[in-house]
C-alpha cells in the first residue's frame, strides 16, 4: 500500500494537538538555569539553522553546517559507506564540518546490553565528547541512533539529579574539560531532513520508480520520544517524519507496512546472547512482512543496528525459504546515490550482504562499470601509485 504525504485532516490535527496536552514539559528552560547557575556551558546552535517541529509540536534547531560528527563505532566496522556517504553530501553541500579524531565510543553498547556500567560514567563518555566538540567551536552531530538516544537521556538524569552532575564535573577536571551540554542533541538524520530540499536540488538520477520501505529507528524516537521531529503533513503526525520526508523528497515511493514499529531484531542484548532470535525476527517479522506487504525495492534506515541487522540477516530467511532479498542502506546512501554518488567509491555498497544489483539498474546505475572503475582504485592503492582516494576522485 502506498503512503504519500497525508494531507492534515481536522481529525488528525485535533488528534495531533491533544497529543501536546500530555507532553514532558521543556527541557531547555531548566538547561540554561542550570547554565545560569554556572553548572555547565550551554553550546548554542550554530547558526544558520533549520527550525522543525518535534512530536508534541515544539520547535529544535537542527544546524546546517559548522557540524562536528560523532561518527558510529558499527557503521565505521560494518558500513563504512554510511559515514562516508553523510560527509560526501556535506561535501556537495558547501557546507563546513568536522571528522574529528578525538571522539571516543559513546559506550552504550555496554550500558544497554550489559548494564555494567554506571551513570556517572556514562554521562562523563558523553560530556567529554561534547567538550572536544565545544573547543573546536563545531556543533556535535551525531551519526549513530544508540548514541543519539543514550546521550538524551543521560542529559534527563543530568538535569534532574545533582549529585550526577557533580560525578561527572570531578571527571571533566581530571580531563581539564568544561563541563558542556549542547543547546540541542542533534542526528544526522534530522540534519538530512532539515536540508532535504536542498539535497533534492542537485538530484542527478531519477528515483520515482523506486518503491521503498522504512525502518523507524527505535533508538531515535522512541527514547525521549518528544525530542524527534514530526509532521503533520507525514503520517498525520503519528510517526516520525525523519527518512520519510527525505525518501519523499527524492520522488522515490514509501510503501506502508504492518510491522513497521517493531525493532528491527538487534534489540542490543539479544544480538549478543540471543543471536538466532535477532535472526529469526529481522527476517520473520521485518523483511519477510515489508516483501509480503509492500514488495519495496529497498529498505531505508537511520541507524547503524537497524542497517547491519537487517541487511546480514537476511541469508538465515534466504536458507528457510522465506520471502526475502530486499536491499537494505541508511538514507544517507540512499540519498547520496541520488545525488550522483559513485555507488562503491562513495556509498561502498560491496559491503553489504543482499543483492543491491537490480536497484542500482533501476537506478540508472552501471554497476558493472563502477565496479570496474572502483577496482582500479584498489590496483593504484596497491601499487602505491596512490595513497588514498582523494575528493576529486570520489566528487
Given at each position: ?110 550500558y544497554y546490553a550489559s548494564a555494567t556500567s554506571n551513570a556517572a560514567a556514562q554521562a562523563g563518555v558523553g560530556m567529554r ?267
Open positions: 500500500m502506498t503512503i504519500p504525504y497525508v494531507a492534515v485532516n481536522t481529525k488528525s490535527s485535533r488528534k495531533f494537538e491533544r497529543q501536546a496536552e500530555y507532553a514532558p514539559d521543556d527541557f531547555h528552560a531548566h538547561l540554561f538555569e542550570l547554565e545560569h547557575e554556572g553548572e555547565w556551558i550551554v553550546q548554542r546552535v550554530p547558526e544558520p539553522y533549520v527550525e522543525v517541529m518535534t512530536k508534541y509540536g515544539r520547535t529544535k534547531k537542527i544546524p546546517m553546517e559548522l557540524t562536528w560528527h560523532h561518527k558510529s563505532c558499527g557503521q565505521c566496522g560494518h558500513i563504512p559507506g554510511y559515514s562516508t556517504a553523510i560527509f560526501w553530501i556535506n561535501r556537495k553541500l558547501g557546507f563546513k564540518y568536522i571528522d574529528p579524531t578525538d571522539q571516543t565510543s559513546c559506550t552504550a553498547w555496554n565528547n561534547f567538550a572536544a566538540a565545544y573547543e573546536t567551536g563545531y556543533f556535535p552531530l551525531i551519526h549513530c541512533g544508540t548514541s543519539y538516544g543514550h546521550y538524551k537521556e543521560m542529559r534527563e538524569q543530568l538535569l534532574h539529579h545533582e549529585d550526577i552532575r557533580h560525578q561527572v564535573r570531578d571527571v571533566m577536571k581530571k580531563l581539564g574539560k568544561p563541563m558542556v551540554m549542547p543547546e540541542e542533541i542533534v542526528h544526522y538524520s534530522e540534519w538530512i531532513h532539515a536540508v532535504r530540499d536542498r539535497i533534492a536540488a542537485q538530484q542527478t538520477r531519477d528515483f520515482s520508480k523506486i518503491a521503498v520501505a522504512i525502518h523507524p529507528a527505535c533508538h531515535y524516537y522512541k527514547l525521549v520520544q518528544e525530542d524527534a521531529i514530526y509532521d503533520p503533513d507525514i503520517y498525520g503526525g503519528q510517526r516520525t517524519a525523519t527518512v520519510s520526508g527525505t525518501v519523499m523528497a527524492l520522488g522515490a515511493e514509501v510503501r506502508d507496512y504492518s510491522t513497521w514499529f517493531d525493532c528491527c531484531g538487534f534489540g542490543f542484548r539479544h544480538i549478543l546472547v540471543q543471536r538466532d532470535f535477532t535472526r529469526s525476527f529481522a527476517t520473520r517479522r521485518k523483511i519477510q512482512v515489508m516483501m509480503d506487504e509492500a514488495n519495496p525495492d529497498v529498505v531505508i534506515s537511520h541507524d547503524t543496528g537497524c542497517v547491519t541487522t537487517l541487511d546480514k540477516s537476511q541469508f538465515v530467511g534466504k536458507a528457510h525459504g522465506l520471502n526475502v532479498g530486499v536491499p537494505v542502506m541508511s538514507d544517507a546512501q540512499f540519498a547520496a546515490l541520488a545525488m550522483g554518488a559513485h555507488p562503491y567509491r562513495v556509498c561502498q555498497l560491496h559491503w553489504h550482504s543482499t543483492d543491491y544489483k537490480p536497484l542500482l539498474e533501476k537506478m540508472g546505475i552501471d554497476h558493472e562499470a563502477a565496479w570496474a572503475e572502483f577496482q582500479e582504485d584498489l590496483q593504484k592503492l596497491k601499487s602505491g601509485e596512490k595513497q588514498y582516494l582523494s575528493w576529486e576522485d570520489v566528487g
